[in-house]
């Protein structure tokens, strides 16, 4: 039995989902929002986001909620709303347990809205108390229905578009609180958006090229500064290539993301690291394939062997990118700039000369056991035909 809660229209609708029940399970989940925003006063989640440097109005902007604890609190809800089993489970909303039962899929999480790209709610996404234990994951998605597909929605676009539409700079965060964090900081100057709950994908660039000119604008990729944080950097950095030669990152202090900053630092210090801790992407690139040669690179053999593999890597970049990695990369390995140069030019022939292949899917750059470096080999690695 859901708790009672202020009066909201509710649609009699049958228990089933029609064949297009499109416009029936957006109104269920605007429902749903109604209803876990009317929960949020006076629960933890309320208190949790303040002091986090989430204000009330903040949360009334974004439309935050809270899901209650108990197990059928939304369902029970929309039950007394005339809203039928099937139609609750098409939305993702609840689930059955082994025993039949219909239980809320989210519970005791502050709950943030996903909207398709044209405003409609279509999913949730939950975010779990500090106190959870180990075994509950922070973040919890709706299932995939059929408005929302996780791999293709970005959290943030719908509420991003009007910036985008004057010319903001688009920014990619890891999730809904850092979108937030950045939206709130960047005030018309930056929109920000996340993948909810999985890596950014190729549909997730077309969905914000299709709202904005990449191209023209540039994009920046914001994400925590740990080991995955600079992996999901690295694999934004060739799916967005292909769209836009003005790929910068963010780099926050070790331990740090932007909701952190904002936390510590209010809008004013996240706007200000968005606007001063900017680097190429393409650095994050390079030094991530260092890093894979980092016990070799005290040899010569291994410094050659860094180059001959790095070197297509920069040959592929867009042209903006390649005179500062050349450069960054000779200093690393400390050979002198015509040496990389020379290596990275052979590289881009290379790469033409296999695109007029029709044979060759790839060029692939083997690097051999160097001399001295024991047994270990270095894997060969797969390369664009060309430079974008």
């Given at each position: 039995?859901?708790?009672?809660?202020p009066?909201?229209?509710?649609?009699?609708?049958?228990?089933?989902?029609?064949?297009?029940?499109?416009?029936?399970?957006?109104?269920?989940?605007?429902?749903?929002?109604?209803?876990?925003?009317?929960?949020?006063?006076?629960?933890?989640?309320?208190?949790?986001?303040?002091?986090?440097?989430?204000?009330?109005?903040?949360?009334?902007?974004?439309?935050?909620?809270?899901?209650?604890?108990?197990?059928?609190?939304?369902?029970?809800?929309l039950?007394?709303?005339?809203?039928?089993?099937?139609?609750?489970?098409?939305?993702?909303?609840a689930?059955?347990?082994?025993?039949?039962?219909?239980?809320?899929?989210?519970r005791?999480?502050?709950?943030m809205?996903?909207?398709?790209?044209?405003?409609?709610?279509?999913?949730?996404?939950?975010?779990?108390?500090?106190?959870?234990?180990?075994?509950?994951?922070?973040?919890?998605?709706?299932?995939?229905?059929?408005?929302?597909?996780?791999?293709s929605?970005?959290?943030g676009?719908?509420?991003?578009?009007?910036?985008?539409?004057r010319?903001?700079?688009?920014?990619?965060?890891?999730?809904?609180?850092?979108?937030?964090?950045?939206?709130?900081?960047?005030?018309?100057?930056?929109?920000?958006?996340?993948?909810?709950?999985?890596?950014?994908?190729?549909?997730?660039?077309?969905?914000?090229?299709?709202?904005?000119?990449?191209g023209g604008?540039?994009?920046?990729?914001?994400?925590?500064?740990d080991?995955?944080?600079?992996?999901?950097?690295?694999?934004?950095?060739?799916?967005?290539?292909?769209?836009?030669?003005?790929?910068?990152?963010?780099?926050?202090?070790?331990?740090?993301?932007?909701?952190?900053?904002?936390?510590?630092?209010?809008?004013?210090?996240?706007?200000?690291?968005?606007?001063?801790?900017?680097?190429?992407?393409?650095?994050?690139?390079?030094?991530?394939?260092?890093?894979?040669?980092?016990?070799?690179?005290?040899?010569a053999?291994?410094?050659?062997?860094?180059?001959?593999?790095?070197?297509?890597?920069?040959?592929?970049?867009?042209?903006?990118?390649v005179?500062?990695?050349?450069?960054?990369?000779a200093?690393?390995?400390?050979?002198?700039h015509?040496?990389?140069?020379?290596?990275?030019?052979?590289?881009?022939?290379?790469?033409?000369?296999?695109s007029?292949?029709p044979?060759?899917?790839?060029?692939?750059?083997?690097?051999?056991?160097?001399?001295?470096?024991?047994?270990?080999?270095v894997?060969?690695?797969?390369?664009?035909?060309?430079?974008?």
């Amino acid at each position: 039995m859901s708790t009672p809660g202020p009066r909201h229209p509710a649609l009699s609708l049958p228990n089933k989902v029609s064949k297009n029940g499109y416009d029936e399970i957006v109104a269920v989940h605007d429902i749903a929002a109604w209803f876990y925003r009317a929960r949020l006063p006076g629960s933890w989640a309320r208190d949790y986001l303040r002091q986090r440097g989430f204000s009330d109005a903040l949360q009334e902007e974004w439309r935050v909620g809270y899901a209650p604890a108990a197990r059928d609190a939304l369902t029970g809800h929309l039950r007394q709303a005339g809203y039928g089993d099937t139609l609750i489970l098409a939305a993702g909303l609840a689930r059955r347990t082994q025993h039949g039962a219909l239980i809320d899929t989210f519970r005791d999480r502050v709950m943030m809205p996903v909207r398709s790209a044209g405003g409609r709610i279509i999913a949730f996404t939950g975010r779990a108390s500090e106190q959870a234990g180990g075994e509950v994951p922070k973040y919890l998605n709706s299932p995939s229905t059929v408005l929302y597909g996780k791999s293709s929605t970005l959290f943030g676009l719908a509420e991003a578009r009007p910036a985008l539409a004057r010319r903001a700079i688009p920014v990619i965060t890891e999730g809904p609180l850092d979108t937030i964090a950045v939206a709130e900081a960047g005030r018309g100057r930056y929109a920000a958006v996340a993948p909810c709950g999985t890596a950014l994908t190729a549909s997730h660039v077309a969905a914000l090229a299709g709202a904005c000119d990449l191209g023209g604008s540039g994009v920046l990729v914001a994400f925590d500064a740990d080991l995955a944080g600079r992996r999901a950097a690295v694999s934004a950095y060739h799916l967005l290539r292909p769209v836009t030669q003005r790929i910068g990152a963010v780099v926050f202090a070790p331990g740090t993301d932007p909701a952190q900053v904002l936390h510590e630092h209010g809008a004013a210090g996240l706007a200000g690291a968005l606007a001063c801790r900017r680097v190429p992407l393409a650095d994050l690139v390079v030094s991530a394939e260092l890093v894979r040669w980092k016990r070799w690179l005290p040899y010569a053999e291994g410094r050659i062997g860094a180059l001959r593999a790095i070197a297509p890597v920069i040959a592929a970049m867009p042209p903006p990118d390649v005179a500062r990695q050349v450069s960054r990369l000779a200093a690393r390995l400390g050979l002198d700039h015509g040496t990389v140069t020379e290596a990275v030019t052979g590289a881009v022939s290379g790469l033409f000369d296999n695109s007029r292949n029709p044979a060759a899917s790839a060029v692939t750059i083997q690097a051999t056991t160097a001399p001295g470096l024991g047994s270990t080999s270095v894997p060969s690695r797969n390369w664009p035909l060309r430079p974008s």
